[in-house]
């Protein structure tokens, strides 16, 4: 900065250089990158981005390298295509894997939602204890999913199955039922306790979506004549629908590919009649070594996946315009 400075009579004019503080520019800079917001975002998803490529994408880029490989334990392998899914799609206990799977999820996620429904309006009325009733039932959700199964295993246990000691002391049966030692009876007592398991979560946020809905609305509705069940369809049902829809998005990722509680439970069996596609693609990745093969079972869930949530979130979407 060119300052003038005045002197006396007859003088020449001088100009002083005043140059500006060094300190004073790095809180400018500071500003300024702070003002840019393409600066800033990038900074602060910097460490998000990191943590997603480390842990999320760099895993799922080598599970497809793996699915494409004939990778095995102690055997880097060579690229083979697309023969591991090939052959996977012609192996019998894939199909039936593949078929369990979406037995397992849609019937699981139906009980879920609809007793997750019924208990959400029953914990959204006035009684004594709602506190402690509310409480409860998420215990079934804290527990651990591998000690809480194997409660319930003990509970299917053929020989001192409790459950069915209760039976036969209530003459409701005369011989042991095969509660694990029957492909079918197997797999629906893993939807009980996947459905006892993930109902609370249902329940809960079910109740908070109950909790935004005005009063008023069903006040209303009962004035014009609406009995209970015409009072939740068109008064409750529309306003909760899309927290269910999220919900259920959740729910059928988690139970789609859910391991611990099958391989806890049956272990696949018996004779590969219980197994899904995460339980499968363990037994065969892991327990028999062929970790390219193993890879190409588990990647089959990824556009099944894909193709269930990309329909939800657009019907979602489409509920939010109208």
Known sequence: MNKPIAGGAGSAARLEV?????????????????ENE???????????????G????????????????STSVGNVGEFVGMRNFAKAWNDSIFRTAFGNTFVYT???????????????????????????????????FIV??????FAWRWMFDPTFSVLNWLLYRADLITTKLPFLSDGTYGMWCAIVVNTWRGMPFFAI????????????LHEAASLDGANGWRRFWYVTWPLLKPVTLVVV?????????????IYVLTGGG????????????????????????????????????????????RYLRRMDGA
């Open 205 to 216: 946020t079910l109740l908070a979506g109950l909790q935004t809905i005005n009063p008023d």
């Open 270 to 313: 018996p004779a590969n009649s219980t197994h899904l596609l995460a339980t499968y693609a363990y037994q065969v990745g892991v327990a028999t070594g062929l970790l390219g093969e193993g890879a190409a079972i588990s990647l089959f869930m990824l556009p099944v996946l894909f193709v269930v949530v990309w329909l939800q979130l």
């Open 106 to 140: 849609f019937w699981a996620t139906i009980f879920k939602l609809t007793l997750g429904m019924w208990l959400a309006l029953l914990l959204n009325r006035h009684f004594r204890g709602k506190r402690i009733v509310r409480a409860s039932m998420l215990l079934p």
């Open 38 to 52: 393409r600066a800033l975002a990038a900074l602060l998803l910097a460490p998000t981005v990191l943590v997603l």
């Open 249 to 261: 998005v959740f729910s059928v990722i988690q139970t789609f590919s859910d391991f611990q509680l």
């Open 18 to 34: 005043v140059l500006p503080h060094p300190r004073a520019t790095e809180p400018r800079r500071l500003t300024r990158f702070l």
């Open 54 to 69: 480390t842990f999320i994408a760099y895993p799922f880029i080598m599970g497809v390298w793996l699915a494409l490989s």
């Open 144 to 149: 651990p999913t591998v000690l809480s199964t």
